[in-house]
């Protein structure tokens, strides 16, 4: 669900609506007061959920002091936001291939007025390894804008090679990618590891990832729930499981 609200009392309404639909997950999006981002975070945690935003410039500030658990995206920070983002252990989610993208087709970003101007290939890569000496940690990322979810997995792997760019050992990127992201989201008990008793959700590719990112575009099986869906690179489905009735057949007529 998408909603744009005036206040802080609704955004915290906003919140709570959310979550009775069932969200795991509110993220927040500039442009807001502080006092919008503090309800919205307070409410949110107050139910258990974490908060994720999309937000650049003095909007990162005011997320951070408000205590979102993640900022989206590879945009223009102060050294104080990044130094407030390590203090407070505010996770980032850098998408840096994303704006990469956009920058590789249109030649700039264009969407506001706040990162118009301001936004380089250079600029957030340097700002990814400012992130990444404090110690903020870091969760890898994609979009959909600039037709990105045409082009998976392309984008996804490129984004895995930012961070080994960055300083990370192609081991710790998919670490970032599966781990992390699923800690990030508070579904580390779920996802992320293969471990007894998480989701069945796994795909087996032919090569090495942890030494040849590239690897991970020659997926071989993928395994979701529990069942196989892709076999020997061709999907595959799965015969269906008939759910029972919610009472037992009746008995046959006897004469």
């Known amino acids: 669900y998408q909603w744009e609200r005036d206040g802080a009392d609704a955004w915290r309404a906003a919140v709570r609506a959310a979550f009775k639909e069932g969200a795991s997950v509110i993220k927040i999006a500039s442009h807001f007061t502080p006092e919008e981002a503090a309800a919205a975070v307070d409410e949110a945690h107050t139910l258990g959920l ?3 935003c ?29 130094a407030a983002m390590a203090k407070r252990r505010t996770a ?5 291939q994303v704006y990469q993208n956009v920058l590789d087709t249109a030649g700039g970003f264009y969407g506001s007025t ?23 940690v870091m969760g890898v990322g994609t979009d ?27 081991a710790q990127a998919l670490i970032a990618a599966t781990k992390t992201n699923a800690e990030l989201l508070a579904m580390g008990d779920k996802l992320g ?15 090495r990832p942890d030494e040849v990112l590239d690897d991970l575009s020659r997926v071989v099986h993928v395994f979701k729930d529990g069942r196989q869906w892709v076999a020997d690179g061709q999907v595959r489905l799965p015969r269906h499981p008939s759910a029972p009735l919610a009472k037992p057949s009746p008995p046959a007529e006897t004469k």
């Open 193 to 207: 590891t293969l471990e007894a008793g998480k989701l069945a959700d796994v795909i087996v590719v032919d090569g």
């Open 92 to 96: 980032s989610v850098p998408t840096l």
């Open 50 to 52: 974490p908060v994720t």
């Open 54 to 82: 999309d937000c650049e410039t003095l909007y990162i500030d005011r997320a951070v002091a408000a205590g979102v658990d993640m900022i989206e995206h590879p945009l223009p920070r102060t050294d104080a936001a990044v």
């Open 144 to 170: 959909t804008i600039g037709r990105v979810n045409q082009m998976i997995p392309n984008p996804y792997i490129a984004e895995l090679k930012w961070f080994v760019k960055g300083g990370y050992t192609p």
């Open 114 to 136: 706040s990162r118009r101007f301001v936004m380089t290939s250079q600029s957030n890569f340097d700002m990814f390894k400012k992130l990444n000496a404090a110690g903020v």
